[in-house]
Structure formats: C-alpha cells, structure tokens
C-alpha cells in the first residue's frame, strides 16, 4: 500500500510542538502565570480560567503506541482533544501525517480526519439511532462510499473484533466490552494511519479491559498504526505502551519508555506510581531486552518469546547465570536478557 | 452569608431586602394599606373612572371599515394579502375535494390500520369503530372540513416550526427572540389570536388556518430546539472526527437523535392545533366546531354533543396515532398491516373512481334527541328537584350571588382601583422584584385605561373561584395518587382524557345540567383544569426523594407530619407550577364561556368577533385579556421561583 510508503518518508506521524490551552478568558495572562510556575488552582482563583495542558511537545514515530498517562483532571482529554483538532489550542503547533493542523481549513482538516486519523472515546460516543453495522460504517458514510461496499466492509471488522452476528443490534443492546469493540471497529474501517483513544477501557470491568488490552496488542502487532493512547491506569500504560508520558497538572513531567521509567522516575510523582506496580507481570521480555545487534549468542541459552511476561523469564535466570535469549515469532533470536539487568528493572528500590 | 440566608448570588439589594426581611415587607404593606384608607376617605375612588378611557376602540372599528371599504382596491390586499389568502384557501380547498373524493370505507380502514401499526390491535379496532361512528352521525362533511384545516395549519406549522427551531438551536441570536416569543404566545388563550386576524382577513377559513398555525407553532419549535440540544456531545464529536461536516452532523446524528423529542414537539402541535380549529368557529372556519358552536347558540345540547363527540374522537384518534409514530412496533402483525393497507389503498382508488365518497345514508343514526330529552328531563328534574330549593338551578343561583357577584364587586369597586394596582405591584416586588413590580403595574393600570377595569375583575373573580374550587379538589386528590400507584393507575387514562378534549366541547355537557350563566363556565374551566392539578401534584410530590422519605421517617414522623413538613415543602415549586397551569388553563376557558353567558371579558371579545362595530371593543378586551393572562402567568411563575431551595453552589 501507498500509506506504507509515506510512512517510511517520515520521521514522525504525530509531532506536538509547545501546545498550551487554557478554558476561560484571559488566557494569556494565565499563561504567564503558569510559565512563572503557578499552579493551576492558585491561576483559576487569580484570572478565573483553568489552565488545562501547559507546554506539552512530543512526537510520535509510525507504528509507535504513545501512552499518555495522569490522574482524573491531569488535562489528558484536553491533550488529545487539541491534537486531534477537536478543540483549537490556545498556542502551539500539532502536526498529524505531515499537516499542520493548526494551520489547515475546514476543508483540510475534515479531508485528513477522513483518510487519515480515527477516535475511540471513553464513553464511546456511538451513535444509539443506528445498528451496530451502520455505526462501524459511519466513517464511510461520511466520505460518500456507497451503501454496499460500507455495509461490507463494516461487517468485515465486526469480525476482527468478534462481533460477528451483532451487526444488525442497536449498541445500546450491548454490553459495555462489545460496544467499545464496536467503537474500535468503527475507527478502524475508514483504515486510519493514527488512531487517539481517550481512556477507551475505563469504563469496562477489570476482566474485560484486560482481554480489550490484549485484543489491541494483537490488533498492533498485526495493522502497525500510529497509537495515541490516553489512560489514567499506571498498569495498562507499562502493559501497552512503546513511550510513556507522565501528565501532571497539564505538564508533561516525564517520557519515556515503561523500563526507563521503572528504573528511573523523574520525580516523586513518578515514583509514587512506579511503586506499587506488578511489574514483572506487565512487562514483556522484549521491552527489557537488550537488542543483540551482531552480539554472539549460545543456542543452548534458555529461549522465551517477545510476549512473555517478565515473571515467565525469571525462573530461567534463577536457574543458572546464563542469560535468556528472546526470540521472534520466526524463532530467530532478536535480545538477551541479562539476570543483573532484569534485577534492575524489578527491583522494589529502583 | 447569601448562602445563608437563601438569597441566591446576582439577586438584586432591593430583593435581597424583600426576602430577607418579612418585618419590612409587612411594613411597607402596612403603609399601603394605611395610604389606601386615606385615598378612600378623602376622594371616592372606586371603579377605574370612565373618563381616562384612551378610547382604542374608535381607532380599530375605523380600521376595520377602512379595510373592508379597500379590501378590492388597496395594493395591501391586492398585492398581497389577497393572493395569500387565495392560495392558503386554494390549499385547503384541494385537500378537502381530495379527502371528499376517496371512498368513504377508506377512512375508517385507514384509521383502524394506522392505530393497528402505532398502538396494537385494539386501538386499531377502535379506531376503525371511531371514524365509522362520526359518519355515521353524519357529520362526514364537516369533519372533513375540520381536517382539512387542520392538516393544512399542521403542516404549514411543522414547515415553519421545525426549520425555525434549528435556527434557534444554530444560532443564540435566533433563540433570544424565539424564546420569550414563545413563551408569550404559550400564555395567551387561543381565543385572542382570532381577533387581530379578523380585523385583518374578516371572517373565513384562512384568518382561523393562520391564527391556529401561530397558536400551534410553540410547541414543534420548541422541542425540536430542546431535543437537538440535549444530543449527546460525545456523539457529535465522534461524528466530527469522522470529518462528517456540519450538514452530516445535523442530518446523520443530530437530527436522527432529536427525533422523540421532535416527534413529541409534532404531537402537541397537532393537539393545539385540533382545539385552536375548533375555536376558530367564532370567525367561520366552518366544520365540527361550527355544528357545535350552532347548536350551542340555539341551546341544542343535543346536535351539540354529536358534533362534540365526533371531536372528541377525532382528538384521541390523532393523539394516539401521533404519540405512537415514534415507537411504533407492530411486531409480528406488521405483513398483516403492510397486507391489507395495500389493499385498502387500491380499494381506495378504485372506490374514488367509482364515485363511492358518500357516507350511506342507511347507517345514519342520530343521539341527538335523546340527549335532548335527557336535557329537558334534567331542567325539568334536576334544576329545581321536586321545587324543593335543592338542584342545580338553585346552586348556580346561590354560587352567582353569594359568591361571584361579591367578589366580583369587592374586586371592581370595593377595593379601589389604585389599592388593587398597589396590591399587584406589592406581590410582585415580593414575588421577584421591581421589574416585576412595574410591569404588573403598567399591565393594570393599561387595563384601566382601555375601559376594561369591571370586565376584568368579573373574569377575575370568575378565576379565581375557579381555581379556588380546582385545588381544593385536585391538590387533595393528587396527594392521595402519589402515595397510592393503584389511584394513579385508575386516574391516567382519564386525566388524558380530559386533557386530549378541546376545551370548548367541555362546555356542552355542562350546559346540560347548568344551563347558561356564570356557573357553567366555572365549572367547565374547573373540569378542564382538573387534570391539570392533580397531575403536577402528584409529580411534584413524587419528585420528593426516597431518602428524604425515610430520612424523616426514621425521626419517627407521622404520615401527617411527613406530608406537612417535609413533602409539601419539598413539592413547593412544584405546586407553585400546578398553580400556574391551572391560572392559564381556567383563563382560556372562563373566556370562551364568555358565549355561554359568562360575562366578562370573555362575551365582549365573543361578540367583537360577531359583529363587526363591537369589533373595537372586541380587541380592548382581547389585549385586556393578554394582559391579565400575563400578569397572573409571571406572578405565579415568580412565586413558584421563590420557593425553589437555593442552586447548589
Ligand atoms: N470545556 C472546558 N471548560 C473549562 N474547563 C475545562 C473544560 N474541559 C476541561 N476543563 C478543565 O480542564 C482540566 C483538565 O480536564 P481534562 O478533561 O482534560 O482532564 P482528564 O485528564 O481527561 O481527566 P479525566 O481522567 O477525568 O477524564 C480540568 O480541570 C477540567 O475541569
Ligand atoms: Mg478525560
């Protein structure tokens, strides 16, 4: 495909420069404020507006899943919201796919919301007057594809997301998991190169939102887009996330990979959450790996898979002082895990 | 401390005074009284004097000759007032040769199919029973006439309604004018509206389509402005990430969701527009409300309830149909209905084409003169029983004199006119504040100087004794409902009863037994507020949370204590807006039983639409009645305010 080869022109599909927004009047003012490091209650009761995402930069590579992780009311919403245009941002510069959105009309930017990037919300934002198929197919709708091949098409991921047979069912006759699979379904079918969730497992039961966290790492690995994933949930941030940023009173307060940010917290906000973590559940052997590149390897070496959670590998490391070697799904060795480098990681004073 | 004390942020000093200090309020009504003594003594003034009369009347009975002289000859009419009225009749003349043309059978199939498909079978049966019955008290002619003017006034409402009520939700600009607007022409009784338009259209089907579309049009308006703003915020921003523009938005997830709301705002539309049709009589629009207001002319009740009946039908057939559109869901029945409405439409046809459009005679049947003996066996038995002092008679005798006429005469003149204006403006500085105060003021005092003052205070007192009597049976029997859900139960289908019927065929069965005068109009206008009262008691008081319930329960409170101290207080506002209803809706009907001898505004503005020199005084009493409607609307709606506990903060 086409899409495949833009990819590969471009440094990042998400790239977020210096985005402020603050709700209210005065907004400058309060910015200045912020900038002299006033917090955001201490400017509402001064200007009466809130400072919702101060300062925020990142940028997301193809194929990267970006976490943004904070607290009820760290501004995550109002983040995703400014850079999937939903709401203009008081200043800086969100670029999606190569366009500067703050720059774009109307006209190009419902042209890129079209072909390029999708939603998934958290409260699922479905559309309750329309089945469950005409709901995937909405994207489509939109862009004027005729009834059949939407319908078609539409029916095609319900299956991915093992909705067969539900199409004809308004969402509302749906449990909470399946309606979310049918939001993931319809964001999916208009073949978006990034997609942003707002919490889209909150609201879900414990059980269910770890199969939907599952679904969606499989889902990843086979389609590799471009992920702009927001969570208040420290766990479900280590267990999907390739970079995770750290919100904090609408600042980004740090970034970094899950094993960056184990070992290394940038501050006692972060150490706060790093703290209770079940870590060696969470992580996966490959984002503790070392990459071999071009390292000689022992094929005697105990072997485990990408995906295996960090407490699968331990028993392999206590056993002897060899270390394991990771191996893709063509069981071609890919990194090692060293037992002195995993003890970093999972120990509870890192 | 504005916690504290209950005065919510923003209220003004002066109101902050009122409320928080009854000790000043008794002064200040102190005074007034004491200064009201000293006017009384020193000067005589009773009735608003005659002299200060701004004489309105001359002006608009010059108007109207004006514009009968010139009705073929100004460019107003010929340009453009003519032209419109010939197409609007034009309109309402082909739906009615169409409706005409069809075969008669196809009315009550069609019916019986519609309710089948929204309601279930026995509605449809029903329904099919229904139509059948008006034709077969032979008032097919007129009825179609009804719903011809009928259909035409709800389309051309939903035409302007819908699209104006997307403006309104589009754009505030637009909803600041529709707003108060609306609410306006919500308090006026549908009876005013014919005025200005005879004055200006003279008599006819075309002023009675336009006054019933502007009477009719609130509702749809807005609705479908309330249910396009209550969608989901989520869905909208699904939509827009999708790059749907604003038009696919509006017509793909907006609009869809409105629907109900939508479709509710269609229902009260057509409702309004059923009992505004039949009012329109007073000014020739012909049809069902004509054969009553006729017979109800010539007292006979008899030809009056046939043509009261077949209203009546009419009127629940459209409600029903028109609250089960939205959800509608025939189940398995519905090849059944598919079936055989292609077959009725074909026989439809065919039967047109056959020229079977006359309702047999055969099957006509008349209960005209039963009812008509039934009347005089009434008078003869029951206004006077046995010439025993006890009856009907006797009682609107002893209602009349011991109680309307003194009121009526402590309101006119007892109470001097500037003591009753002062009273007004008091209430309403209390109940909200100096606007308030002004306006009600400038209302009465503008009554006065119209020449309205007595007329005024007869309606006055007509309502309220009227809603005297309302609440004194309704608040009663709506607390009993809200602590009984089998009484509720019982009572919901008749309460939709009462308030599906138009309120000017509520008046034939009480004539029946009352006679003309005064008192059958009170008692209508109780009848038709009744439901009215009950209904927003037993809500308000069901709106009193659980908790609440149990809460003083627990403290051990009896049944009495709960009601008295907790459940009453708590249903305050909500009584307060029962209140307000049934002000509103006893006004309306105490003015339309100014044709059954009720006096008051009401039998002036009756005749001012009969004759064309009273058209004058007609109008003063219209606006007269505007008025009083608008002061006892927003008295009571402040008051209803007041009694709110303060918003949380
Ligand atoms: N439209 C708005 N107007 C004013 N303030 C707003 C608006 N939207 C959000 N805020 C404020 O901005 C701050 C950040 O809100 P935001 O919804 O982005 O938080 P969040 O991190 O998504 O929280 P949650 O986990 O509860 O969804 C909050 O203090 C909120 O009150
Ligand atoms: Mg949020």
Redesign the pocket.
Known sequence: MDTAMEAGSEASRVRVEGVWKV??RRAAEARDMAEAGAG?EEIREAVGS?V??RDVTFQVSPGETFVVM??????????V?CVSHLIEPTEGTVEVCGTELTQADSATLRDLRRRKMAMVF?HFGLFPHRTVVDNVAYGLEVQGIDRRERQERARELLETVGLEGWGDHHPQQLSGGMQQRVGLARALAVDPEVLFF??PF?ALDPLIRRDMQDELIELQMRLRRTLVF?T?DFVEALKLADRIAI?ND?AFVQVGTPVEILTDPADDYVRAFTQDAPVVKVLQACSVMRPLEGTEVDHGWPKVSETTPLEAVLPHLLGSTDPVLVCDEQEAPVGLLHGDEVAGVISPDR | MTAVDGVRPGAGGLRAAWRGGPARFALVLGGMILLVAAFRILTDFGVFPESWNIGLADPIDRARRWLITNQNSHWLYTVFLNPLTDTMDWAIRRLESLLKWLPWYCYPLFTGLGLWWTRGRIAGALGLAGVTLIGVLGLWNEAFATLALMGVAVLVSMAIGIPLGIAAWHSDAVARITRPTLDTMQTMPGFVYLIPFVLLFGFGRVPAMISTVIFALAPVVRLTEVGLRTVPQSTVEASEMFGATERQTLRLVRLPQARPAIFAGMNQTTMLAMSMVVIAAFIGAGGLGQVVLQAMRSINVGKASEAGIAIVVMAIILDRFSTGVATADPGDDLPAIRWLAVVTAVGAVAGGLAGLNEFPKALGWRFAPYVNSLTDWARDNLYDIGGSGIGTGPFSDFVTTQLVIPLRELLSSGIPWPAMIGIGVVLGLWARGPRLAVGIGAALAAIGLLGMWELSMDTLAQVLLAVAATLAVGVPVGIMSSHNDLLRTALRPVLDFFQTIPSFVLLVPVITLFHVGRIPGIIASVVYALPAAVHYTDLGLRRVPTETHEAAESFGATRAQRLRQVEMPLAAPELMVAVNQVIMLILAMVVIAGLVGGGGLGLEAVRGLRRSDAVGRGFEAGIAIVLLAAILDRLTRAVADRLRPPAAV
């Open positions: 709700f209210g955001r809130v919702a995402v904070g607290l009820s009311g760290s501004g995550k919403s109002t983040l919201r958290q707002d919490e909150s927001i208040h919100m609408g």
